[in-house]
């Protein structure tokens, strides 16, 4: 009968075998959470709510829509935008969703093997939350829905409003913020919500106040 010979582990060795373990539980649970689709929610619930678990969803809670078209007090505000008139312009969360809803359905909305939907806002009073749905390899059986979600605020710069990221998720896998592809997908979303017409009047902008469903915007004088 042949004798086992049990070599003595390493420190090295140990070590090694530890980092591929954890390398490879930390890759999976990145595809895992990537392939789990967020829980739509009508509202996010306060802290004191019960977590299921095992749920590792992230909450989705789109904003609100009026409908096909924005109302007539957007159409108006929007124009005054443009034209870079000074003075304060409402705009609503529902009337801008409306808006984005509008522009996308009569865009090419797709990129290279991905097909993006209408950009939505929510606006909260803490900041704002800015999504989209995009397929991933919408032509093929192997397409899957990603939901991209990003909470962020805005702080005043030289060249108007900047959008500050505090998180961004896709589906309920959370992408670490300044990696390249948060860059990318961050980039992606103002070029999606700021129509080429408005981006010389978002310069423009002196101050934004933000409460529940409704952003206020405070347009300076022509330069």
């Known amino acids: 009968m042949r004798r086992r010979v049990f070599k003595k582990s390493t420190p090295f060795r140990l070590v090694s075998t530890a980092v591929v373990g954890v390398s490879m539980g930390s890759l999976l649970a990145v595809v895992l959470l990537l392939l789990e689709e967020p829980k739509k929610v009508a509202e996010i619930p306060g802290p004191e709510a019960k977590h299921v678990a095992g749920d590792f969803r992230v909450l989705y809670?789109?904003?609100?829509?009026?409908?096909?078209?924005?109302?007539s007090n957007f159409e108006r505000s929007r124009k005054y935008f443009n034209l870079r008139s000074p003075g304060q312009l409402p705009f609503l969360e529902r009337d801008l969703n409306a808006y984005f809803n509008q522009l996308r359905s009569g865009a090419?909305?797709?990129?290279?093997?991905?097909a993006f939907g209408a950009p939505n806002i929510r606006i909260t009073?803490?900041?704002?939350?800015?999504?989209?749905?995009?397929?991933?390899?919408?032509?093929?059986?192997?397409?899957?829905?990603v939901t991209a979600q990003i909470f962020g605020n805005f702080e005043m710069s030289n060249s108007g409003p900047e959008l500050v990221v505090d998180s961004l998720h896709l589906n309920s896998l959370r992408v670490p913020l300044g990696s390249v592809i948060a860059d990318r997908l961050i980039r992606g979303f103002m070029g999606l919500a700021i129509?080429?017409?408005?981006?010389?009047?978002?310069?423009?902008?002196?101050?934004?106040?933000?409460n529940d469903g409704?952003?206020?915007?405070?347009m300076g004088a022509r330069t």
């Open 108 to 114: 090419d909305g797709s990129g290279e093997g991905v």
């Open 214 to 218: 409704r952003m206020s915007v405070k």
């Open 125 to 145: 009073e803490e900041g704002i939350v800015l999504s989209v749905l995009a397929t991933v390899n919408p032509e093929t059986s192997q397409k899957f829905d």
């Open 61 to 71: 809670q789109p904003g609100l829509m009026a409908g096909s078209q924005p109302s």
């Open 195 to 210: 129509p080429a017409e408005s981006v010389e009047a978002w310069a423009q902008i002196e101050a934004i106040e933000l």
